[in-house]
């Protein structure tokens, strides 16, 4: 039982690169969320998810876009990056069961962009 | 403007002191709940209120929700380096229980 897993780890890109950020999670939770953490922002909502096919913008979503195609993963696409867009990304799920629970937490993503 | 406010933002302590961090809304805390963060890791759960005047406790640190569940507070006893790391209060604002909003966080130092 692996939790909430994050690819990659770490990550740089240039200006103007694309790539994609994978959340998986083995609980079979409903709701996926993916938070970026900035020094002195704590976590921003980014987009989320309340399940398998569906998504919904959070408080940050420009510059991003969100797949949930399986209930398991959750993908986070970066289209063009840009320097802002620096940052410790993490991912986060929670079951339906006990609705008002605790999410949990995948280890995070530190993306550079030059 | 931040929904959910910290305070203090840093703080250090030498071991064995008490401390408490304060979790602020000019809304109400439908569900209020405090996670830890060690540097560079993901968050650990602690603990969540839910009901105004709710208190829990897990080892050395308690957790409240004030009356008119727009206030919480963290408060550590007999602090150790383990408690060392960042804390962030996280809470539903709309009642929808969809989404939390995070807070900036508490950055917390024992001292030995």
């Known amino acids: 039982n692996a939790g909430v897993t994050q690819t990659p780890k770490f990550r740089v890109l240039k200006t103007g690169q694309s790539m994609t950020l994978l959340c998986a999670q083995d609980m079979n939770h409903e709701y996926m969320y993916w938070y970026r953490q900035d020094p002195g922002m704590g976590l921003r909502l980014i987009h989320y998810s309340v399940g398998e096919g569906t998504t919904a913008k959070g408080e940050v979503p420009d510059g991003y876009n969100v797949s949930r195609l399986k209930k398991q993963n959750f993908l986070l696409g970066l289209e063009s990056a840009a320097p802002s867009q620096t940052s410790v990304y993490f991912c986060?799920?929670?079951?339906?069961?006990?609705?008002?629970?605790?999410?949990?937490f995948g280890p995070g993503t530190r993306l550079t962009v030059l | 403007s931040q929904e959910l406010e910290q305070s203090p933002q840093s703080l250090i302590v030498q071991e064995g002191k008490n401390l408490t961090i304060n979790c602020t809304s000019s809304?109400?805390?439908?569900?209020l709940y405090w996670y830890k963060q060690k540097y560079g890791e993901g968050l650990i759960f602690l603990m969540m209120l839910q009901k105004g005047g709710e208190e829990k406790s897990h080892e050395k640190i308690t957790a409240k929700l004030d009356e008119k569940k727009q206030q919480s507070s963290l408060h550590i006893t007999a602090s150790q380096p383990s408690h060392a790391g960042i804390y962030l209060c996280g809470a539903d604002l709309s009642g929808g229980y969809q989404k939390v909003t995070f807070g900036t966080g508490t950055k917390l130092q024992v001292i030995p």
């Open positions: 809304k109400t805390l439908y569900g």
């Open positions: 986060a799920s929670r079951g339906l069961a006990g609705t008002k629970g605790e999410q949990f």
